[in-house]
Structure formats: C-alpha cells, structure tokens
T-cell receptor, first 112, second 111 residues
Framework: DVKVTQSSRYLVKRTGEKVFLECVQDMDHENMFWYRQDPGLGLRLIYFSYDVKMKEKGDIPEGYSVSREKKERFSLILESASTNQTSMYLC???????????FGNGTRLTVT | KQEVTQIPAALSVPEGENLVLNCSFTDSAIYNLQWFRQDPGKGLTSLLLIQSSQREQTSGRLNASLDKSSGRSTLYIAASQPGDSATYLCAVGGTASKLTFGTGTRLQVTL
C-alpha cells in the first residue's frame, strides 16, 4: 500500500518566518504534488514535480517554492510566511499522470 | 476553465438508506473523473476512478457513473452505514497536474 507521509500534522509559525513542509512517499512514484485546501475553495494545486529536480507551477504558486532533490521527498517552502498562507496543506503522489493520486494526512499550518 | 460543482454541500441520511451524490463539470473534454473520501482533519482517500471511455465503476457498495456529454457524474452508495460519514470530493481533468476538484459533499449517516 502506498504511504505518503507529511512530517507535521500541525504547525504554528510567525509572519515572516521561513517555513518548510516535508513530504515523503515510499512507492517510487515519479510524480509528487502540493495542494492547499481552504473552506469553500476546494483543493488548489501549488506545485508539482514529475521527476527529481523537475518542477512545474500549479494554479497558485505565488509565495511558495519547492525542492525535490530525491525521488521520494518533495518539500514545500514558504520563503516569508504570511497570514493568508494559513491553510491545510496536502501532499500527494502518483505513479503516472493518468492514474489516481495518493494523499498524505495533511499539515494544518497557522501563521500568526 | 474547468469548473466542478457538487450539490448538495451537506447531506444527512438515516443508516441503511441508499443515496446519490452529484458532481457536474463544465468542460466535457476530460481524461478521467475520480471520487475521493476525506475524513475530518485527514487527507483524501481514492474511492473510484473512471476513465473517459468508461460509463461506470464499482467497488463494493459504491458505484460511480460518468456521462461526459452532459458533464455529470454520480456516486451511488448502497445501504449506507455510519462509517460512511465523511466528505466526498470529485475531481475531473486531464493529467493529474490538471485535476480540478469540487468543494465536496459532507455526508452524515445517522443511527
């Protein structure tokens, strides 16, 4: 069974801090994704990666960057956290771009 | 731009009832449609994936149908149980990078 692990369930950070959200998958999947989920807005894609060191912007990349140095690990970076980045962040992976996604349990980030 | 709508936003049914959740989308040029389940405070779990060439998929008490021409999908849950209580989301799109999610239907199955 695919396991996608996000390192933190809850995080509280201050405005202006640099924040790292980590995600690891154990199934050798090529593709990894970062979404944020907000009430009434659904899931929105921030970034995705289809190979090591490869990345593409999603629908809302502003204020975020990503890193994929190893196939199993995909990191989301908030360079300077702001209160409007308070949200639930979900990482996902997939074997190919035409099959289902496997999600982690999410990280609820609060920026004060 | 693809838009995905799920109505109703919330639904409460007594245990044992059969129920249907609806998903509609505006652009019929899709590769597949997926249904997910999300428990409170958790990630999403994949339930069913229907390729664009298929009309339906079944898994246990769940059956999902797809009508591309009308831009609709339904998720049918038979003999509902309290453990089915969760939020159900549909997602449509081409490649996974282009998935568009609905905002979900929150289902409560009461004893």
């Amino acid at each position: 069974d695919v396991k996608v692990t996000q390192s933190s369930r809850y995080l509280v950070k201050r405005t202006g801090e640099k924040v790292f959200l980590e995600c690891v998958q154990d199934m050798d999947h090529e593709n990894m994704f970062w979404y944020r989920q907000d009430p009434g807005l659904g899931l929105r894609l921030i970034y995705f990666s289809y190979d090591v060191k490869m990345k593409e912007k999603g629908d809302i990349p502003e204020g975020y960057s990503v890193s994929r140095e190893k196939k199993e690990r995909f990191s989301l970076i908030l360079e300077s956290a702001s209160t409007n980045q308070t949200s639930m962040y979900l990482c996902a992976s997939s074997l190919s771009l035409l099959v289902t996604l496997h999600f982690g349990n999410g990280t609820r980030l609060t920026v004060t | 731009k693809q838009e995905v709508t799920q109505i109703p936003a919330a639904l409460s049914v007594p245990e044992g009832e059969n129920l249907v959740l609806n998903c509609s989308f505006t652009d019929s040029a899709i590769y597949n449609l997926q249904w997910f389940r999300q428990d409170p405070g958790k990630g999403l779990t994949s339930l069913l994936l229907i390729q664009s060439s298929q009309r339906e998929q079944t898994s246990g008490r769940l059956n999902a149908s797809l009508d591309k021409s009308s831009g609709r999908s339904t998720l049918y849950i038979a003999a509902s149980q309290p453990g089915d209580s969760a939020t159900y989301l549909c997602a449509v799109g081409g490649t996974a990078s282009k998935l568009t999610f609905g905002t979900g239907t929150r289902l409560q199955v009461t004893l």
